[in-house]
Nanobody, 115 residues
């Protein structure tokens, strides 16, 4: 069973920064598009950022210019640096690995932006 494990969430004040990490030791990492999703209470899960095997990157409009996704293929890890956080960024964040029709998920990690 493919297991992805997120770390780094927590509570931060508006305007602050947090960094999320995700490790995916059981997959052939270089074959997978890696992505971060989030789900706020009462809302659908949405993609925040994705980084393809070519290292091409896509961001949702709501985080563009504030969040940075990156990957370390040697360590089989993907990162999300979140700056200038807003209250509306509060959500459970999920790491995901995508290859063709296969998609795997982490357990999710809480990010709360509040004063």
């Amino acid at each position: 069973q493919v297991q992805l494990v997120e770390s780094g969430g927590g509570l931060v004040q508006p305007g602050g920064s947090l960094s999320l990490s995700c490790t995916a030791p059981a997959i052939t990492f270089t074959m997978y598009t890696m992505a971060w999703y989030r789900q706020a209470p009462g809302k659908q899960r949405e993609v925040v950022a994705q980084i393809l095997t070519s290292s091409h990157i896509n961001y949702s409009e709501s985080v563009k210019g504030r969040f940075t996704i990156s990957r370390d293929n040697a360590k089989k890890m993907v990162f999300l640096q979140m700056n200038s956080l807003k209250s509306e960024d509060t959500a459970v964040y999920y790491c995901s690995a995508i290859w063709g029709t296969s998609q795997y998920w982490g357990q999710g990690i809480q990010v709360t932006v509040s004063s």
